[in-house]
């Protein structure tokens, strides 16, 4: 820390090591502040020091969905919020981690192969920041990067030797907004890069997107229409041409109405479709058929009661039904 004597915002600086464990360091720090009047004001300060901490989003743009992770948090147990939806002390997250003398970037990698099995290549830094400034001193690099089926190489499920059980949920991009939006998803990190790429969603800057449709497309997918539309809309974005961006936005509308007309039957309908510009919307349904029984040991007749909800089947695989842009639902499962 600086002094006052270089400039800085404190003086008279002793810290006191209060505890010290293999995982952390807690300090008492007294000091003098300056305050904006110029006058010089006594402090104490306890800091908790645990190391930076690294943090991804995994997104496979092509399916417009979000790779994310469930796990138990001792303290959001022992301080349990108002929609555990998880169950009390279980958090959705991002893969995360400390760094520990790593380079970031390294870091997080590792732990996306650890957590949830992906073996990330390009990991593109969205911003370093502080997430709990006022008593701990971790400061944490977001990235996000893309992955394909293809990338899911390992099992996942974190280290035992280190106390994890972490739980997949792969879930639909707009389905994770919701879940922030009403609270089922409460971990900061994880709120602040979904909502990072939103924004870049919002402003059309799909990093990398032509590429995981190329890839989508080689594994069958068969994505020429949908690259050639991103293209043309990044170009319409890109060179600030407001007509030719309302029509093609006009188009997208269009064709998700005629798309929802072929699928306004009855039954639940499973649909996978590139995302590139919006989403297609579903019929409204109350409850999804399910491949399992039971959620959580229940035995519920083959139906999930809820759009949006998730449990563990009788496998411990995190079984997901997902609400589409019109209320309608898709499944899918964590491995």
Known sequence: MQDSDAGGPIRNLSVEEVARSHLSVLRRSRFELRRRD???QEQVRETYDRGNGCAILLRDPARDM?????QFRFPAWANPGPADAAGRGYLIEVVAGLVEGRDPAEAVRAEAAEEAGVTVGAARLV?????????????VSLFIANYTARDRT??????IEEGEDIGLIEIGFDDALAMVADGRIADAKTVILLYRAALERSQGLQHDFGQAAVDHAEAGGGASAEVDHAAGRAGAVVDGDH???RGIDEGDAHQRAERQGRVGGGEAVLVEVLAVAGSVALPAAAAVPTRDAGLDGRSINGELPAIGG?????????????????GGCRQGEGR
């Open 243 to 245: 007509d030719r961006l």
């Open 66 to 70: 979000v790779l994310l992770v469930r």
């Open 127 to 139: 911003m370093d920041c502080y997430m709990s400034p006022g008593s701990v001193t971790e400061r």
């Open 310 to 326: 998730f449990g563990e089947d009788s496998r411990g695989s995190v079984v997901v039904v997902a609400a589409g842009a019109g």
């Open 154 to 159: 390992g099992a996942g499920g974190g280290l």
């Open 38 to 40: 110029g006058s010089w």
